[in-house]
């Protein structure tokens, strides 16, 4: 069975920091395309960062500098460490995990950005 796991989402302060992870099973991780995602409340889903199985990175304008990408094939997992967060980063964050042919997603971690 496939599954993709997030965990790590919380209540945080402004400026505070989380780090969200992503558990697969069931697949060839390592061959995956990696993407975090975001949701906030009426709002479309909206891509924050992905990392190719190369290593290669990209990020939403919004949380260059802030947001970090990473990968441990090993582990089958992938991580997303957010610093400085903002008010605005509040939303529900899902791992994706793209494949030609394939795509699979999380269900989803809150993430609350409050004082």
């Known amino acids: 069975q496939v599954q993709f796991v997030e965990s790590g989402g919380g209540l945080v302060q402004p400026g505070g920091s989380l780090r969200l992870s992503c558990i697969a099973s069931g697949v060839i991780f390592s061959i995956y395309h990696m993407n975090w995602y975001r949701q906030a409340p009426g709002k479309q889903r909206e891509l924050v960062a992905s990392m190719n199985r190369g290593g290669s990175t990209n990020y939403a304008g919004d949380v260059k500098g802030r947001f970090s990408i990473s990968r441990d094939n090993a582990k089958n997992a992938v991580y997303l460490q957010m610093n400085s967060l903002k008010l605005e980063d509040t939303a529900v964050y899902y791992c994706?995990?793209?494949?030609?042919?394939?795509?699979?997603w999380g269900q989803g971690t809150q993430v609350t950005v409050s004082s």
């Open positions: 994706n995990a793209v494949l030609t042919g394939s795509e699979h």
